[in-house]
């Protein structure tokens, strides 16, 4: 499955906005976790709305992994962790139905145990009736570094 043409009006609707002048005395590593935070703010209202619409819209309803269509029931699952806290493009968004979803964050949290992985993958196989490309999409796409991890690593100043 290949993601479709990106809705040019909403492509970067994150990285148009701006922190307010106040966080200017900030280090420039507290800045950036203060700019994440006040983005996915502001994109938590109308902004994340009409990105969820143009995602749901531009994959014509059906969920991203499995194929089905499921129309508003589509939750929308951000391929990089990081971006929940601003910065979400057309392209980092993935409309998933939510059984599709919840096995992404199954396999996202025991991915660092490749035996319970495994495991995991099989039971989504099975569901997803053998459908390998389904699963190995699922499996790809829950493979990207924890949001916690990796702001752990942006050393924020106090
Ligand atoms: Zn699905
Ligand atoms: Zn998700």
Request: proline share 6%; with cysteine.
């Amino acid at each position: 499955m290949t993601a479709p043409a990106a809705i040019d009006d909403y492509i970067d609707l994150a990285q148009q906005l701006s922190p307010p002048p106040e966080l200017a005395k900030y280090s420039p590593e507290v800045l950036a976790t203060a700019r994440l935070l006040i983005d996915n703010q502001k994109l938590s209202r109308s902004a994340a709305r009409k990105l969820r619409k143009a995602v749901i819209t531009a994959w014509t309803g059906h969920c991203a992994a499995c194929g089905h269509f499921h129309g508003d029931v589509l939750q929308i699952h951000h391929v990089d962790p990081v971006t929940e806290f601003g910065g979400a493009t057309m392209d980092s968004l993935l409309p998933l139905c939510p059984n599709c979803h919840a096995y992404v964050h199954a396999l996202r949290r025991v991915r660092t145990n490749p035996e319970r992985f495994q495991a995991l993958k099989d039971q989504v196989e099975r569901v997803l009736e053998g459908d390998d490309q389904a699963v190995d999409f699922l499996a790809r796409i829950a493979q990207v570094t924890s949001t916690k991890e990796r702001l752990m690593g942006r050393k924020v100043n106090p």
